[in-house]
């Protein structure tokens, strides 16, 4: 029976490396590392998190993406992320607090998951007020200032900015081997002409408004992606024309969207289906 129970093993193995299942595979020994904002503190298990202390506070929600992918590799998390945090945050850390830059000196880590780069301009703030509360036009002055400033994070010309600062450190506080991913931000409206029910506070936002928000965090994604790949790290595109068909982004009525909704007690943040579909997407791309 020994000698059987080898040979089951044996095929078990093969059958996994075949067909590609997780289930199956030997664990890897090592460490998910996540740094960054609020896109990756996670949600609660029931109900919606609160952001009141989000200023000062650096939480964690129980159910995180940055686990779920460490369950899926095999591997242990660690998340030091926090709500509100900026490129120069993870450098020198936060109200006196450890730069979280500073974890990275563990030689155990395998992976890292960076979601950084959307809080550095308050002007994303009022962005998004224009956007919903008012009529705004591309003539608007806080959208030509936000629209202006992405290159400070990231000169497609000079290699410069404030995401290299960050990317500069991180490359070279890493092992070798040790596989980077850069998260995109995944705010985006669905067109007016798309045809549909969407929630209420959608229903004022026109067409040219949808362009601009869309233009605007378009800006930012290609800020990040363009930096990442300077640096040879692995953009995680976050937005596919599939969602809209799939109810997945911000004005679906649909409860396994991305987004939380405008108005909700933490809009423009991932819902729980969006840390899993985050999830997802980073291991669909650790897999490639």
Same mark, same amino acid.
């Given at each position: 029976m020994k000698r059987a129970g080898v040979v089951v093993a044996a095929l078990l193995v093969a059958f996994s490396g075949i067909t590609g299942g997780s289930a199956l595979a030997t664990p890897q020994q090592g460490e998910v590392l996540t740094l960054g904002d609020s896109y990756e503190v996670g949600v609660p298990k029931v109900g919606l998190p609160s952001?009141?202390?989000?200023?000062?506070t650096c939480f964690q929600q129980p159910i995180q993406a940055s686990a779920i992918v460490a369950s899926g590799m095999g591997m242990t998390s660690k998340n030091v992320a926090c709500s509100n945090a900026t490129t120069t945050e993870l450098i020198t850390g936060r109200n006196g607090g450890v730069p979280q830059l500073n974890s990275l000196s563990d030689p155990n880590i395998k992976i890292v998951r960076v979601s950084i780069g959307g809080n550095d301009y308050h002007e994303l703030d009022e962005y998004y007020t224009c956007i919903v509360v008012k009529q705004c036009f591309n003539g608007d002055k806080t959208l030509k200032q936000l629209l202006t400033t992405f290159p400070l994070l990231w000169n497609n010309q000079t290699h410069t900015g404030k995401l290299g600062d960050v990317y500069s450190i991180i490359k070279s506080r890493i092992q070798p081997g040790t596989k980077v991913l850069i998260e995109g931000y995944p705010v985006y409206f669905a067109p !007016?002409?798309? %045809? =549909?029910?969407? !929630?209420?506070?959608?229903? %004022?936002?026109?067409?040219?408004? =949808?362009?601009?928000?869309?233009? %605007?965090?378009? %800006?930012?994604?290609s800020a990040v992606k363009s930096a990442a790949a300077y640096y040879g790290f692995t953009y995680v595109d976050p937005f596919a024309s599939s969602w809209f068909d799939k109810n997945l982004d911000l004005c679906s009525i649909s409860g396994s969207k991305y987004i939380q909704t405008i108005g909700l007690p933490i809009p423009f943040h991932p819902t729980l289906s969006g840390v899993n579909t985050k999830a997802a997407h980073d291991l669909a791309t650790l897999h490639q």
């Open positions: 952001f009141a202390d989000a200023a000062t !007016v002409s798309f %045809g =549909r029910i969407e !929630v209420p506070l959608c229903w %004022g936002i026109n067409q040219t408004e =949808r362009n601009i928000a869309n233009d %605007g965090i378009s %800006g930012l994604n």
